[in-house]
């Protein structure tokens, strides 16, 4: 080798391990940082950031060494990472009379409305949702949108259309006069049988879906007369969830009645979500197979509120709402006790997106400890989601989401209410 070459080999090798010159690192000096797996605060440490992730957790307040590098003082907070919400619709927004929306709406009007309640979730701490579904693959775009840097949201993980039997939950023609039935009565994502209920799965994948949602039961806020009842045989579950794990994607399933639980436990679905009347039989099951619980106890509340106002709802939707909003949050404490694993979700768009963080306080006063709530919406979201490797803990490695807020949410969970600061894969979206 001459010098020359081994200057240049030299230079290359340099090039590949050390920071490129010029990468502007972040300093974030953290007044009690928040590890979540111990449930220890820990005083004083520095996280460093470059680009899009954390490159080093440091003990006491590191010192930029570059005049390009950048301080942020979070000294009087608590840091904690990003937090995640497992059940949200970015294209539902609550409103009295909500459910002609789909007569009045165009796609473009989902979108526009989309933005805001996205900037609200984001501003709220949640620097990544799952969403459990929405119509016209509007979510798909403004999943792609967000991640394009093109507007300003959540990471989000999307189910695309959810999928459920004809008459079911997602059915959208429930309930509707027999012309407006034929119309609206066959979508791609209502689907019977095992054959079809394949099909449905392939279609939302090919749409760009990154999760699959179904329905195994009625719910509360369709036209349909009765909320608890199973709409999916074991069957039909397995087909979806095998030709979900085929193209890599898990399978998240809505359902109330213990029936209809315990059959998509058994078809090896990722999460129940609301299991509002899982019986013992129902969380055994759960807790054997390690399937994840998401509660979404806010929902529950805000949709047995709102049916207590004359006109808000359907007439369909008010006995279901008052009768299986509120058993909700017992369901979350009992599933608590017998050890079913637990993730953070709360159905945002049934009540206003922003206010996610009140799902904590519902999550206590159901018996889990603090920690316990606040490692539903981290390390346990991020599992459930797939994406432990990225998010979920403040550890070198990770993308940097990263939220502070004044207080400490182990002795005052409401304090996650309210964060001052948001950082979403090292951009910083809220700085109080
Ligand atoms: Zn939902």
């Excluded at 290359?12 to 940082?33: E, I, K, S, W």
């Excluded at 407006?180 to 054959?195: F, H, R, T, V």
């Excluded at 709102?306 to 299986?324: D, H």
């Excluded at 920690?371 to 390390?379: D, F, K």
Aim: proline residues 4%.
């Amino acid at each position: 080798m001459t010098r020359k070459s081994i200057h240049a080999w030299a230079t290359a090798v340099l090039l590949l391990v050390a920071p490129a010159a010029g990468a502007q690192r972040t300093y974030l000096h953290c007044g009690r940082l928040l590890d979540v797996r111990s449930g220890k605060l820990l005083s004083q440490q520095t996280l460093v950031v470059e680009k899009d992730r954390i490159v080093a957790v440091q003990a006491g307040y590191t010192v930029a060494s570059s005049p390009q590098d950048k301080v942020i003082s979070l000294e009087n907070r608590t840091v904690l990472p990003g937090l995640i919400d497992c059940h949200v619709h970015v294209l539902s927004h609550p409103g009295k009379g909500s459910a002609i929306n789909q007569f009045t709406m165009n796609p473009a009007d989902y979108a526009y409305r989309a933005l805001g309640d996205a900037l609200a979730t984001l501003r709220a701490g949640f620097t990544t949702v799952r969403d459990l579904g929405g119509e016209d693959g509007v979510n798909i775009s403004l999943r792609n949108a967000i991640n394009r840097g093109q507007v300003v949201g959540p990471r989000i993980f999307t189910a695309g259309a959810a999928i459920s039997a004809t008459g079911g939950h997602m059915d959208e023609a429930d309930g509707l006069s027999r012309d407006l039935m034929e119309k609206y009565g066959q979508p791609a994502n209502i689907a019977n049988g095992p054959d079809q209920c394949r099909q449905a799965v392939r279609e939302q994948f090919k749409r760009g879906a990154d999760v699959i949602k179904i329905a195994s039961t009625g719910g509360v806020l369709d036209l349909s007369k009765d909320g608890s009842g199973p709409q999916y045989s074991e069957e039909e579950i397995r087909a979806v969830v095998e030709t979900a794990r085929d193209l890599g994607l898990k399978v998240a399933c809505h359902a109330h009645g213990a029936e209809g639980i315990k059959r998509a436990v058994r078809a090896g679905v990722a999460s129940i979500e609301h299991g509002t009347l899982m019986d013992d039989q129902g969380r055994d099951l759960m807790r054997a197979r390690g399937t994840w619980y998401v509660p979404t106890i806010i929902a529950g509340k805000s949709v047995a509120d709102s049916a207590r106002i004359p006109g808000y709802f359907a007439a369909a939707v008010v006995p279901k709402a008052l009768s299986i909003g509120p058993l909700i949050q017992a369901s979350c404490g009992k599933a608590y006790k017998a050890n079913v694993k637990i993730a953070f979700g709360t159905d945002a768009g049934v009540y206003r997106h922003g206010l996610n963080a009140l799902e904590f306080g519902y999550m206590t006063s159901a018996g889990m400890p603090a920690i316990e709530a606040i490692r539903a919406a981290t390390v346990n979201a991020a599992d459930l989601l797939g994406e432990t490797s990225n998010l979920g803990t403040l550890e070198a490695g990770k993308l940097a989401d990263i939220v502070a807020l004044d207080g400490d949410p182990l002795q005052d969970i409401s304090a996650l209410m309210h964060p001052t600061f948001v950082m979403k894969a090292g951009v910083t979206y809220r700085q109080d």
